[in-house]
């Protein structure tokens, strides 16, 4: 784990990277999310699950409106805000915790940061083709972290993957500093899912600790790897079978650096972090 980080917001919530590992509870409020589609888009649903993911310890709060299963086809930003918007005001009211907005679309990040979200979550990682610039300039006019993920359209690359994922990183800081986004401002995130196939992604958190750093510096690293599809290539399992291996990549990423983990099933993977906080810092202490 590196590159400590505090983030006090406006509304009086904090944030702490770089002590334990940090656990962020996914809550979908799309109808066709991969894994969990239609369950909690409605406000009793989304509170309610929000309330169990805090209780079984979750940290942060990841709220999407538009589900990023493999083939899926965006939805206009003002289709989006629609859904978004109004669960958001509420899940901003109820939680104790931060709240991440899932969007890679710069006019439902500018909206959901004037709402009092906390993190923006970008899958395009500032390089979305059809708004270049726009997501790095809301987050530079916000001043809020943004988790920049690397992502890319198809699954070639003419080298080395860990190499062309620090060629990304390094333009999507470009972009970033350009527009006038802070250092502290960045978190990356290896995209397990994303422009990748099953065997990539395997080595990808095979080499995670490669990623944490960027042109020199360090940067804290959130690894979302729940129930996605290589598992199931993997180890031949459905969706609703993936908890114990996600918490295994879980592991292994905290072992490799990882400052989050993104996950659906928090109750479980809250306690296999812990655990493997605890064995770190006793080898890290001595």
């Known amino acids: 784990m590196t590159a400590a980080r505090t983030y006090d917001f406006a509304d009086g919530k904090r944030l702490t990277l770089g002590g334990r590992t940090l656990v962020m509870g996914i809550l979908n409020i ?78 439902t990040a500018r909206a959901a940061a004037k709402a009092g979200a906390h993190i923006l979550n970008d899958i395009w990682g500032l390089q979305y083709e059809k708004e270049p610039g726009m997501m790095a300039q809301v987050a530079a006019e916000c001043g809020l972290p943004v988790i920049v993920m690397h992502n890319q359209n198809g699954t070639e690359y003419s080298g080395d993957v860990i190499a062309a994922m620090q060629d990304f990183f390094q333009e999507s800081l470009r972009i970033g500093r350009k527009a006038g986004m802070k250092e502290e401002q960045f978190i990356f995130d290896p995209g397990i899912g994303f422009g990748k196939t099953a065997e990539q992604n395997v080595e990808v958190l095979r080499r995670q600790e490669e990623l944490l ?29 993936r908890m114990e291996a996600t918490g295994a990549s879980c592991v292994i990423g905290i072992m490799k650096g990882a400052s989050i983990v993104r996950v659906h099933d928090v109750k479980p993977i809250v306690r296999m972090c812990r655990m493997a906080d605890v064995i770190l810092r006793s080898e890290q202490n001595g």
């Open 213 to 241: 750093t960027v042109a020199g510096r360090e940067y804290p690293l959130l690894l979302a790897n729940s129930r996605k599809s290589f598992i199931g290539k993997t180890l031949g399992l459905p969706v609703d079978e």
């Open 30 to 107: 799309t109808p066709d999310s991969f894994s969990d589609g239609g369950k909690f888009n409605t406000r009793d649903t989304a509170l309610r699950h929000l309330e169990e993911m805090v209780a079984d310890g979750a940290d942060i709060i990841d709220v999407g409106a538009e589900s990023s299963r493999p083939g899926f086809t965006p939805m206009p930003a003002s289709e989006e805000m629609e859904r978004l918007m109004p669960l958001l005001e509420e899940i901003l009211k109820n939680s104790p915790v931060p709240v991440s907005v899932d969007t890679f679309k710069a006019e």
